[in-house]
């Protein structure tokens, strides 16, 4: 496994740098420029499907106010119902 915090400057205490909001897609990645998640965090339950860093597709349901770790890059639109996506980025 490679290591999601090289070339992160700063202070890595916290491990998440930032929590982006998503906008589902089926074409675009989509988890900020250039980004892969190091996990969801999704505050209405429901299924979500994403991509894995190597293009994999899966789907998980989850409760509401849930963090899902797994890497990301990509939330689907098809077979995602649950709402309130955040990506958490490093």
Do not use: E, W
Not at 5 to 27: A, C, E, H, R
Not at 48 to 64: D, I, L
């Amino acid at each position: 496994m490679s290591n999601p915090f090289k070339g992160v400057d700063g202070q890595l205490n916290g491990s998440v740098y930032d929590m982006i909001p998503v906008t589902t897609s089926d074409v675009a990645d989509n988890v900020g420029t250039g980004n892969v998640a190091v996990g969801l965090y999704i505050t209405v339950a429901g299924d979500v499907t994403f991509h894995n860093k190597y293009g994999t597709s899966r789907t998980v349901t989850v409760p509401a106010n849930f963090y899902l770790i797994c890497s990301v890059k990509r939330v689907l639109t098809t077979g995602t119902t649950a709402t309130g996506i955040h990506a958490m980025v490093v």
